[in-house]
């Protein structure tokens, strides 16, 4: 039996969910609601002590980390394979997963906060916003947090976060540009699941312009990526039909903060 524990809007989520579908495995869904703080709650951390999703309980025993999960369910599920079977390719596979846990998660967050995430935890009550603070026990984390959900781009976290998440396109189109198809070896894998949630969080967003007109590959990648039978199930179907509606009207009404900012760093 697996069990997911997982919110739909989460990127480190998401990838589990997308290799969960490509293996076509039965999983049972349950939802943390991440924005009002479920996940601080004793008993789901006493499944994952770091108070994050996604956690993956199979048979009974939990696994937790996105990156150790999509591995985990290769292992135990190896067909079909989403890692590459040359040991240079499954490097190259595992360096594109770590560099996506390392650096994008909270990169992400500085996109998506002062977009949209930022409105849905101000409908929270005094106490149960004050509740949802006093969850996080990295005090730096919920400094950034708070700056980008009363900030909004305006905070220098935010302006850091489109900077960076444009090289990561860049770094994409990259790779794509050289190997004019999947990012590790001449499958898809692990690495193009993990890599997949970032752009459909910019898509979910409206934010289409920052790729689409300039960066060819990564286009083209998409819509593969978009072409899989794993893509629905994992990505939108699970999502709730406002949650995506309010995200695309919000991206929409503050993506020319985001185009700003790349302009005014000359990037653009």
């Avoid at 869904?29 to 006493?46: K, N, T």
């Avoid at 770091?50 to 048979?59: F, G, K, S, Y």
């Avoid at 444009?166 to 070896?185: I, N, P, S």
Wanted: hydrophobic letters at 40%; aromatic letters at 10%.
């Amino acid at each position: 039996m697996l069990t997911l524990y997982h919110f739909p809007s989460s990127v480190c989520a998401a990838k589990v969910r997308l290799v969960l579908e490509e293996k076509q495995l039965e999983w049972e869904s349950r939802i943390i609601e991440i924005l009002r703080g479920e996940q601080f709650e004793a008993w789901y951390v006493a499944l994952n002590q770091n108070a994050v999703v996604p956690t993956l309980v199979h048979d009974g025993e939990a696994v937790c980390e996105s990156a150790v999960i999509c591995e985990y369910l290769d292992d135990v599920y190896p067909e079909p394979a989403l890692r590459p079977a040359d040991l240079v390719d499954r490097s190259v596979m595992r360096i594109w997963s770590s560099d996506v846990d390392t650096y994008m998660n909270g990169i992400c967050a500085g996109i998506t906060y002062p977009a949209t995430h930022r409105h849905e935890v101000l409908k929270l009550s005094p106490a149960d916003l004050q509740k949802f603070y006093d969850g996080h026990t990295d005090k730096d984390k919920l400094a950034r947090r708070k700056r980008l959900i009363e900030q909004g781009y305006q905070a220098p976290d935010a302006k850091h976060a489109v900077l960076v998440y444009d090289k990561f396109l860049d770094k994409l189109e990259e790779r794509l540009t050289e190997t004019g198809a999947w990012l590790a070896g001449d499958t898809y894998s692990i690495a193009d699941a993990a890599a997949t949630p970032y752009i459909v969080r910019l898509d979910m967003l409206n934010f289409q312009d920052w790729w689409r007109h300039s960066r060819p590959q990564l286009d083209d990648w998409y819509e593969r990526i978009k072409a899989r039978p794993s893509f629905m199930p994992a990505m939108i179907d699970i999502m709730p039909k406002t949650f995506v509606a309010d995200m695309g009207r919000r991206g929409s009404a503050c993506w020319h903060e985001v185009r700003d900012i790349l302009q005014e760093a000359c990037v653009w």
